[in-house]
């Protein structure tokens, strides 16, 4: 695969502009000379790699704090991204990034500081006004408000740059538990006291003192320092660093970061949907790129992102929806699919669905306000342009010969799988997802005496988070009891 790996990317996004044909200069009709052949598209597996590897204007980005807390962002040409104690840097210093690289706040040419210590950090999970939208899309909600627009031009932030951040070799020491402990050390406040202040700190930061070089002087004047353990040492220095350091590590928009992401910021919105049990999901339904499924998804997009990101874009999913506009498809937004990647993608509401559906036509001219002759028309060509559109997707379902049907709904299983079993091929995959378990077991009750399905099961995730360092692996203490439920079952 190609990637682009200097400079600001490639845009790849762009439609190629369309010549007007109600223009005069084209009124030589259908035998008239054709337009010239436009350049060919870039290949489809190479944008979607660069999408999960280069920054790019208008990319939805996660960036991971020294703290581990997220700040979400848009990269832009405009603006400065401030992060509290942590620094702040233009927007414009994000493009042509790399993904899953820290990188180090510097500063700029006056080599002073960003901020002072006594700002407070910013909200964890706090992000830009235009964060979570579609790619091409601007907000006018709310212009000239949030953290771009009040940063003043004045703000030291605007000279600062991103660096790559020089990484250390991971600590792996053979430790003798009888030689080496650290009882014998003295942490009374009057050891603590010969540590930097707070006032110290901010002190150093005005003087244009790396973090690094605060970490240094922190040790020197710990006078009990080297009693510690190699192990007690690192631990000692990487809480130092989430403390001092000014660095950003921007997470690739990839589907576990972005389940990751939502399952601490906002469980409910994505149905408490986690990542062990999303790719659990994904593996039952047997998602492949050119498959065709159906499916219905309340977590904000996030169900139909995983599908779309292991199909490569390739194929076609359909899904179902209670409202007449278009889902809002939040979480997809902000895994930075450009149209060309989501047009394999259609939708239906329930009312449209059904096969006995007829779209009621334009409104008559009685009772309407006279306009121009010119915007009837125009208004005319998009109703045909909507009504070609939407038999063209309903044809297609009720075509049948679907793949599979995939549910993350709030919806009753059992009313979607009768309503939609009819159309799935031979051997379809059925999966449906809920965080409760009672829902899903009266659905596997109901399977069980219908002699269209097989082999139907009801499953309950569960995993831990390990730290895997040499000499000190770990599974964590703490972990999520919530993972939801899982049944799958297969159509004859």
């Known amino acids: 695969m190609a990637t682009a790996t200097e400079g600001v990317p490639i845009e790849v ?12 200069e084209h009124k030589a009709g259908p035998r008239g000379k054709r337009n010239e052949p436009t350049e060919p598209l870039e290949p489809l597996t190479d944008v979607l790699h660069r999408r999960l590897t280069i920054i790019k204007e208008g990319d939805n980005v996660l960036l991971r704090l020294p703290s581990d807390a997220i700040k979400a962002v ?3 040409k405009d603006g400065l991204i401030q992060l509290g104690k942590f620094g702040s840097f233009p927007a414009k210093e994000l493009l042509g990034l790399h993904y899953d690289i820290t ?5 700029g040419v006056d080599g002073t500081s960003t901020t002072a210590e006594s700002q407070m950090e910013e909200n964890a999970f706090s992000g830009s006004d235009n964060f979570g939208q ?10 000239g408000k949030g953290d771009n627009a009040d940063a003043s031009k004045t703000n030291k932030g605007w000279s600062n740059l991103l660096r790559p951040l020089k990484r250390r070799a991971i600590v792996d020491a053979v430790i003798e538990d009888i030689k080496e402990t650290n009882e014998f050390i003295d942490d009374s406040e009057e050891n603590r006291g010969a540590l930097l202040s707070s006032e110290e700190i901010a002190e150093l930061r005005a003087q244009g003192v790396s973090a690094q070089e605060m970490i240094q002087k922190q040790m020197e004047g710990h006078e009990q320092f080297e009693l510690k353990t190699d192990f007690s040492k690192e631990k000692w220095r ?3 660093e989430k403390k001092y350091l000014q660095t950003v590590h921007p997470l690739a928009p990839s589907t576990v970061n972005i389940v990751n992401h939502y399952a601490q910021r906002s469980p409910a919105s994505i149905l408490h949907l986690r990542e062990d049990t999303l790719s659990q999901l994904v593996n039952l339904g047997n998602i492949r790129p050119d498959g065709r499924y159906l499916v219905v998804d309340d977590t904000g997009g996030l169900v139909t992102a995983a599908l779309a990101d292991r199909m490569g874009c390739e194929g076609r999913i359909l899904l179902f929806t ?15 699919f450009g149209e060309r990647e989501l047009s394999f993608i259609k939708w239906l509401n329930w009312m449209e669905a059904d096969e006995s559906y007829v779209r009621p036509g334009l409104p008559t001219e009685d009772g309407m306000p006279s306009i121009a002759e010119n915007k009837t028309m125009a208004r005319v060509r998009r109703h045909n342009a ?10 297609e379902l009720h075509a049948g010969n679907w793949d599979g049907l995939i549910l993350a709904t709030e919806l009753s299983p059992i009313s979607v799988i009768n309503r939609l079993t009819k159309y799935l091929a031979g051997s379809a995959t059925v999966v449906a997802y809920s965080p409760y378990q009672q829902v899903l077991a009266e659905t596997l009750q109901y399977l069980r005496k219908d002699a269209n399905f097989l082999a139907t099961q009801l499953t309950e995730s569960w995993s831990r988070t390990y730290q895997v360092l040499p000499g000190r692996t770990h599974p964590l203490m703490t972990t999520s009891a919530m993972s939801g439920y899982l049944l799958h079952a297969t159509r004859v």
Do not use: F, H, I
């Open 13 to 24: 996004d762009s439609v190629a502009k369309v010549e007007n044909p109600d223009a005069p």
């Open 74 to 76: 848009v990269a832009s």
């Open 103 to 107: 990188y180090e706040v510097v500063s």
């Open 134 to 143: 579609a790619k091409g899309k601007k907000s006018k909600k709310g212009k």
């Open 238 to 240: 990487k809480r130092k």
């Open 322 to 336: 209670d409202a007449d506009s278009p889902p809002a498809w939040g979480v997809l937004n902000v895994m930075n």
């Open 386 to 395: 909507q009504v070609a559109e939407l038999n063209a997707t309903r044809a």
